[in-house]
């Protein structure tokens, strides 16, 4: 029947496309046999309950898997890949230990664009059940700081068209016009839409010709675009996905030789693997990236890792720590340009910064006993989310949402019921134009800090709005 992987999940993929290609677990049994007896293998006793062992999670052994890439490619008419079934096989699936090659960059974004785009949508436990951590993600993504554009020469001449640096500014301007979507909307619904875009852009670097100057433009912009899918789905709660999409777009900037835009990418992993519990990983992944790019880092970026490293210090207690590193991020800080950064880096503005080390002050009060100190680190907090708030541009309504629940949180750390439902109210009645999984899953978190309140009527009101809430969101 095969092995089942060590963490066994349902095939999402293969009865994705068994419901495509209108396939009974029966139907797929016959054609799997009979296309391996046509080539000459035999014994290989498929039947229907074998393919509700896939379905499972199950993974046959060779050499069926690529009898079935092959069933499917047939009967839809598409050169699918054992990714694209999610099935183990030469071609896939993408992962960190991808090689850093300009060929190997450009299969990463092809593959992971096409099963996204194939993909149904997925927002709960088991995505996040699928996500890399510790040495299986960290080891192989160590290896980016020593990587450099293979310098292979583009497409060979008679290909479709030529591609010019006015095609790459192109493609810059939808990158910011999808940044700017996802920070008033959220992530939730942009996925296929940034997806699709990319597996136009890869187009380009497949089917065209251009110089090596413009084919690490390409390849950069690439990458910025395919960071900003993978950051629409890691908000969407699409977890496994938008791990997979980070690293292709990681090789991808790779590629185009841009470090800075690589410390990006992985400060977006970094934020992922805090979200989801892994926080050593998340330091982790902040360190890679504050040394791969150490020779090219803006103040802006060196500023936002520092402030990163701050929140995730204090979630590990680490106080001291916290805020040597917050000092850090303060004075790269004071040497920011706008006009000299990098468009990635818009978000990272003020607000940014003290919406980032207010909720580094809030995490580190909860660390504390009732006292002083503690006082200090609540009042730090209130007084530096709350500057987020007031300073937030209209279009970063995400950011406003979070800065409202951060409030609330901080509120609550100072035993202030009533401000805390405040700032939730405010909150819960922005999610009507902001989508976000990562929101929902922040009220799940401002639920349960609320339990030792709930018996108060302002508590018992906060968690029963966010329950109804929580509840509708599914």
């Not at 349902?10 to 677990?25: D, E, K, Q, T």
């Not at 187009?203 to 629409?232: I, M, N, R």
């Amino acid at each position: 029947m095969g092995r089942p992987p060590l963490h066994q999940q349902p095939n999402a993929s293969l009865a994705y496309w068994m419901r495509r290609c209108n396939i009974s677990n029966n139907k797929l049994a016959h054609l799997v046999t009979k296309r391996g007896a046509d080539q000459g293998v035999t014994g290989l006793g498929t039947d229907e309950s074998r393919v509700r062992a896939w379905l499972k999670g199950s993974v046959p052994r060779d050499p069926v898997p690529r009898l079935i890439v092959e069933v499917f490619s047939a009967e839809s008419g598409l050169d699918l890949t054992f990714a694209d079934v999610g099935l183990p096989g030469e071609d896939g699936p993408i992962g960190p230990r991808t090689p850093w090659t300009r060929a190997a960059a450009l299969a990463a974004l092809i593959q992971i664009t096409r099963s996204q785009m194939m993909l149904p949508d997925t927002r709960t436990g088991p995505e996040a059940a699928q996500v890399l951590t510790g040495d299986q993600l960290l080891a192989p993504l160590q290896e980016w700081a020593l990587a450099h554009p293979t310098n292979s020469q583009g497409p060979a001449p008679g290909a479709s068209r030529r591609v010019g640096m006015s095609d790459v500014e192109g493609i810059r301007q939808i990158t910011t016009t999808f940044r700017d979507l996802d920070n008033r909307h959220g992530g939730v619904l942009a996925p296929s839409a940034v997806l699709a875009q990319t597996q136009t852009v890869l187009a380009h670097l497949k089917t065209d010709t251009y110089t090596e100057a413009v084919g690490q433009a390409l390849f950069s912009a690439a990458g910025d675009l395919a960071g900003v899918a993978g950051w629409t789905l890691f908000d969407a709660g699409r977890h496994a996905n938008a791990q997979r999409t980070f690293v292709a777009a990681l090789h991808a900037a790779a590629e185009g030789g841009d470090r800075r835009l690589g410390a990006h990418i992985l400060q977006c992993m970094a934020r992922q693997m805090s979200h989801l519990g892994h926080v050593d990983d998340a330091l982790d992944l902040v360190s890679i990236a504050q040394y791969g790019a150490r020779r090219h880092l803006s103040p802006a970026t060196t500023s936002m890792l520092a402030a990163l490293e701050a929140r995730f210090q204090a979630i590990l207690g680490r106080i001291d720590d916290s805020e040597a590193a917050a000092g850090r991020s303060l004075a790269a800080f004071d040497r920011v340009n706008p006009a000299d950064e990098d468009p990635h880096m818009s978000f990272f503005d003020a607000a940014e910064l003290q919406a980032t080390l207010g909720m580094a002050h809030q995490i580190a009060a909860k660390h504390l006993a009732k006292g002083t100190a503690r006082t200090r680190h609540v009042r730090l907090s209130a007084d530096l989310v709350g500057a987020a708030l007031a300073a937030r541009p209209d279009h970063r309504q995400r950011s406003r949402a979070f800065d409202h629940l951060g409030l609330a949180r901080t509120h609550l750390a100072a035993d202030d019921v009533d401000g805390a439902a405040e700032e939730a109210t405010h909150c819960l009645q922005m999610l009507g134009t902001v989508r976000s999984r990562r929101v929902t899953d922040r009220l799940g978190e401002l639920y349960a800090e609320a339990e030792p309140v709930a018996e108060t009527a302002p508590g018992r009101e906060l968690r029963e709005r966010i329950h109804n809430h929580l509840a509708a969101a599914g």
